[in-house]
């Protein structure tokens, strides 16, 4: 049966459009950053969980100091050193306001640093004070694990469930709807570039073995948010280090 040619001039748009999308990220940084990382990331993980092997890693792998609580931790270190190292870079920022997006990003990398690690509780291992206790459902030096409704009432999907809802919607809207949308051709110094393309598929991703595996019986020991929050992570460390890149680079042309 004969292919309507408008089928076939069809296919060979998107997959110009497509191309279009690679060849922008050529400017960018490097494909070992936003192609490699997450992929090898994602396997490397999935791998541990499902062989068991190295037991080393894998007997505490979801725990508050197994791998993948430190390799969030230390992606959170990284974008915060090099904000800091963006906002006192002697280059010109092309708008005043992206500095004050650079700072608003940062306060809430070093909120989310710190509570990760529970203020530090989890590598000074000091006690929890016992009113906090009572309050936190993992007794823990944290206020994500808080009973909120102490607050008037307040519901915990309204203070916690609620901005993590909207993070993962702007990963996933600005950083793999709107690239392949504009196919990488609007560059803005806001949205992400399609060098976050794949941080934010795997992010969408992140949990579906764990699905398979509880539908298989087989519950691997570790919560779908834990594995989500590090490719969150690396999706806001990408996006920073892409916005360095630019920046340093509109700094040499300026």
Same mark, same amino acid.
């Given at each position: 049966?004969?292919?309507?040619?408008?089928? %076939?001039?069809?296919?060979?748009?998107? %997959?110009?459009?497509?191309?279009?999308?690679?060849?922008?990220?050529?400017?960018?940084?490097?494909?070992? %950053?936003?192609?490699?990382?997450?992929?090898?990331?994602?396997?490397?993980?999935?791998?541990?969980?499902?062989?068991?092997?190295?037991?080393?890693?894998?007997?505490?792998?979801?725990?508050?100091?197994?791998?993948?609580?430190?390799?969030?931790?230390?992606?959170? *270190?990284?974008?915060?050193?090099?904000?800091?190292?963006?906002?006192?870079?002697?280059?010109?920022?092309?708008h005043a306001r992206l500095r004050i997006w650079l700072m608003?990003?940062?306060?809430?990398?070093?909120?989310?640093?710190?509570?990760?690690?529970?203020?530090?509780?989890?590598?000074?291992?000091?006690?929890?004070?016992?009113?906090?206790?009572?309050?936190?459902?993992?007794?823990?030096?944290?206020?994500?694990?808080?009973?909120?409704?102490?607050?008037?009432?307040?519901?915990?999907?309204?203070?916690?469930?609620?901005?993590?809802?909207?993070?993962?919607?702007?990963?996933?809207?600005?950083?793999?709807?709107?690239?392949?949308?504009?196919?990488?051709?609007?560059?803005?110094?806001?949205?992400?570039?399609?060098?976050?393309?794949?941080?934010?598929? *795997?992010?969408?991703?992140?949990?579906?073995?764990?699905?398979?595996?509880?539908?298989?019986?087989?519950?691997?020991?570790?919560?779908?948010?834990?594995?989500?929050?590090?490719?969150?992570?690396?999706?806001?460390?990408?996006?920073? *280090?892409?916005?360095?890149?630019?920046?340093?680079?509109?700094?040499?042309?300026?």
């Amino acid at each position: 049966m004969a292919v309507p040619p408008y089928t %076939v001039v069809k296919a060979l748009a998107k %997959v110009w459009g497509y191309m279009m999308i690679f060849h922008a990220c050529r400017h960018d940084i490097s494909p070992l %950053v936003w192609l490699g990382l997450p992929i090898v990331s994602y396997l490397l993980f999935y791998a541990i969980l499902f062989t068991g092997f190295p037991p080393a890693l894998a007997r505490g792998f979801g725990s508050e100091l197994g791998v993948l609580e430190n390799a969030q931790v230390v992606l959170l *270190l990284l974008f915060l050193l090099l904000g800091v190292n963006m906002l006192y870079a002697k280059g010109p920022f092309p708008h005043a306001r992206l500095r004050i997006w650079l700072m608003v990003l940062m306060g809430g990398a070093l909120y989310t640093l710190i509570e990760e690690i529970s203020w530090g509780q989890h590598y000074f291992g000091w006690g929890t004070p016992a009113w906090l206790a009572d309050l936190n459902g993992q007794n823990e030096t944290n206020l994500h694990n808080i009973d909120t409704t102490v607050f008037f009432g307040v519901p915990r999907a309204l203070v916690m469930e609620l901005p993590a809802n909207i993070l993962l919607t702007a990963i996933y809207v600005g950083g793999l709807v709107y690239p392949i949308a504009t196919k990488g051709q609007r560059p803005s110094w806001f949205w992400p570039t399609p060098v976050c393309i794949p941080w934010a598929v *795997l992010t969408a991703c992140a949990s579906l073995p764990l699905t398979i595996a509880a539908w298989l019986d087989h519950p691997l020991r570790v919560r779908h948010g834990e594995m989500q929050e590090f490719f969150v992570y690396g999706f806001l460390f990408t996006y920073l *280090l892409s916005l360095h890149c630019r920046l340093r680079q509109y700094s040499i042309d300026a």
